[in-house]
Structure formats: structure tokens, C-alpha cells
């Protein structure tokens, strides 16, 4: 498995994790029932998976790499991605802000625009971004960054970080996106042409 697997693995996990906080967003605005720790908690486990797993490793080891072979780091699509990530990243905090604040009409602007945001990006590195740059990439370049995403992994597997997000995860995904309604909207979209 080379980076560009494990990422995208990375991004299947945290597609469920979208799918439980669009449920959770949901419920959010048609009641009470929702609680405010809970979607705090999402916002923990997206920081948690942008700081201490998947973009840290995008920007740090495959954004630099792209920048050694010649691409541009202000410009074109390595711009973009650092761009996505900080917008990611506002969003995150505004939903914790109005998560606190119980302002449901903001939970649900921001949550969803949030969801939005993160699954155009995980698209667009999917089928523009990562296969542009394993295209480009010479054998050696490709072990070099996947030799420093497996240092990474392990340094975050010892220090237990992996562990804490991927505990908040599973429970979240457990509670909103295994819900029978969550699983019955999901099958009615995947039956609707539009
Ligand atoms: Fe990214
Ligand atoms: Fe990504």
C-alpha cells in the first residue's frame, strides 16, 4: 500500500464520519434531541483527523514532494488544496461556535456547507489531485513519502493519538450514521436519478 492508498483509505473513514454528522445536522434542526457535546465531539474528531492523521500528512509529506518535482506552491492545484483545508478548517470552528451557542439555523448552515466542502475536496484529490500526482512522481519519490507517512502512522499509533480519534469516530458513527433512518435516506438517494 503507497501513500496515495492509505490516504485514500483515510478518506472512505472519514466519508462515514460525513454521513453521521449529516444525520446529526439533521436531527439538529428538526429538534431538540440532538446534544450540543455531541456535535462538539464531531468537531473533535475532524480536527483530530486534519491535525494528527490526514491533511497534516498531505501537507507535510506529499505537498513538499510535488513542490521538489517542479509544481508551483502558490499557485494551481497545491494552492488549492492548502486553500480547501484552511476553509475546512474555519468551518470546523463555526460549527463548534454555533454548536454552543444552540443556534440551530447556523448548526445547520455550517454543517452542511461543512459536509459539502469536505466531500468535493476528498473528490477532487481522488480523481484530479492524486492520480496528477502519482502520474508524475518517480519510483523513488513515491518509497521516499511512503517510507515518511509509515514513520508518521507509527510515531501517532505510539503516542495513542490514532486510538483517541478513531474511539470518537466509531462512536459517532455508530450512533448517527447506522441509525434505520440514516440507512433508509442513504438508499433512497442512491435510487433517485438526480
Ligand atoms: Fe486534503
Ligand atoms: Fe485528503
Redesign the pocket.
Known amino acids: 500500500m503507497d501513500l496515495f492508498d492509505s490516504?485514500m483509505a483515510?478518506?472512505r473513514l472519514?466519508e462515514q464520519l460525513l454521513e453521521a454528522l449529516d444525520q446529526c445536522v439533521g436531527m439538529a434542526e428538526q429538534g431538540p434531541e440532538v446534544p450540543a457535546a455531541d456535535l462538539s465531539r464531531f468537531a473533535d474528531a475532524i480536527e483530530g483527523f486534519d491535525r494528527l492523521c490526514?491533511?497534516v500528512k498531505?501537507e507535510r509529506i506529499l505537498l513538499p514532494m510535488l513542490v521538489e518535482i517542479g509544481m508551483s506552491a502558490d499557485s494551481g492545484m497545491i494552492a488549492a488544496v492548502r486553500v480547501e483545508h484552511e476553509e475546512e478548517r474555519e468551518l470546523v470552528q463555526a460549527l463548534r461556535k454555533a454548536s454552543t451557542a444552540g443556534d440551530v439555523e447556523r448548526i445547520a448552515s455550517v454543517g452542511f456547507t461543512l459536509t459539502d466542502h469536505a466531500r468535493c475536496?476528498?473528490y477532487t484529490?481522488d480523481t484530479l489531485l492524486f492520480p496528477f500526482a502519482r502520474s508524475r512522481l518517480s519510483v523513488p519519490s513515491m518509497d521516499k513519502m511512503t517510507a515518511a507517512a509509515a514513520a508518521f502512522d507509527h510515531k501517532m499509533l505510539e503516542a495513542g493519538e490514532y486510538a483517541a480519534v478513531a474511539a470518537i469516530r466509531d462512536d459517532l458513527v455508530a450512533r448517527y450514521a447506522a441509525r434505520p433512518d440514516c440507512i433508509q435516506s442513504r438508499v433512497s438517494w442512491a435510487g433517485t436519478d438526480d
Request: no cysteine; proline share 0%.
Open positions: 490516504l483515510e478518506h472519514y490526514h491533511q498531505e475536496h476528498i484529490e
